[in-house]
C-alpha cells in the first residue's frame, strides 16, 4: 500500500460546481498535512495547510480525518482557473521532516 | 524575486555524462530538500538538509547521487554517469523547520534533465 493515496482523476466539472478530492494516508504517526496544488509543467505551490479542527481560504475548504487517517479538499463554485493538479502531502514532524507527496488529482472545469 | 531559484531550468545529457543542478533557497529557510517528479506522479523525496547537514537520504538514491550543502545556503545535486531513466523534472523546495515542528514547503521552478 503506499503511504499516500490519491484519485488521480480526471475530475472533469463545469464552471460553478462543487468538488472534493480525498487523500488516504497509512502512517497514523503522521502529524502534517497540507494541499499543493500544481500546474501544467510547473512547480507546486502551496494552497494550504490542514488543521486538525478543518480550515477554509475562500472557496477552498480542508478537512482531516485522523480516525479514518484521510484529508480532503472542498472547492466551491469551481472557476476555470482552478484546473490544474492537486497534490496530497502528508509529513510526520519529528527528528526527520520528510514530506511524502501523493500523485495528485487531475481537476479540469470547463466553461 | 526571494523565492527558490534553481539552476539550470534544463539540461540535456547524453548518457553516461556527470550532470550537477545548483538551488538557492529562501534565504531564512534552514531546511532544503531535493526531490524527482516523473509525468503524471507526485514528487518523490530524494533528500532534505536542515542547515549545512544531509540528514536524510531515500533508500532508492543510487551511490551515483550525491548532495551538498556546504555553508547552509545553497546547495548542489549530482548525478554521475547519468542513465535515461534519470530524465525527470528535479525540483528543490526550502521551509523554515525547528525540531518537533514543521512549515510549509516552497519550491523553486525545477531543473528538468533529459538524458539522451
Known amino acids: 500500500r503506499k503511504e499516500v493515496e490519491q484519485d488521480p482523476g480526471p475530475f472533469n466539472v463545469p464552471e460553478g460546481a462543487t468538488v472534493a478530492f480525498n487523500c488516504t494516508y497509512s502512517?497514523?504517526?503522521?502529524?502534517?498535512f497540507f494541499w499543493y496544488r500544481q500546474d501544467c509543467r510547473k512547480e507546486p505551490k502551496l494552497l494550504m495547510s490542514v488543521y486538525s479542527s478543518g480550515n477554509e481560504d475562500g472557496r477552498f475548504t480542508a478537512q482531516l480525518n485522523r480516525a479514518s487517517q484521510y484529508i480532503s479538499l472542498l472547492i466551491r463554485d469551481s472557476k476555470l482557473s482552478d484546473s490544474a493538479t492537486y497534490l496530497c502531502?502528508?509529513?510526520?514532524?519529528?527528528?526527520?521532516?520528510?514530506?511524502?507527496f501523493g500523485r495528485g488529482t487531475s481537476l479540469i472545469v470547463h466553461p | 524575486d526571494t523565492g527558490v531559484s534553481q539552476d539550470p531550468r534544463h539540461k540535456i545529457t547524453k548518457r553516461g555524462q556527470n550532470v550537477t543542478f545548483r538551488c538557492d533557497p529562501i534565504?531564512?529557510?534552514?531546511?532544503l530538500y531535493w526531490y524527482r517528479q516523473t509525468l503524471g506522479q507526485g514528487p518523490e523525496f530524494l533528500t532534505y538538509f536542515q542547515n549545512e547537514a544531509q540528514l536524510e537520504k531515500s533508500r532508492l538514491l543510487s551511490d551515483r547521487f550525491s548532495a551538498e550543502r556546504p555553508k547552509g545556503s545553497f546547495s548542489t545535486l549530482e548525478i554521475q554517469r547519468t542513465e535515461q531513466g534519470d530524465s525527470a523534472m528535479y525540483l528543490c523546495?526550502?521551509?523554515?523547520?525547528?525540531?518537533?515542528?514543521?512549515?510549509?514547503?516552497?519550491f523553486g521552478p525545477g531543473t528538468r534533465l533529459t538524458v539522451t
Open positions: 502531502v502528508v509529513a510526520t514532524s519529528g527528528g526527520s521532516y520528510i514530506p511524502t
Open positions: 523546495a526550502s521551509s523554515f523547520g525547528l525540531a518537533g515542528s514543521s512549515y510549509e514547503q516552497y
Open positions: 534565504s531564512e529557510h534552514n531546511r
Open positions: 502512517n497514523s504517526a503522521s502529524q502534517s
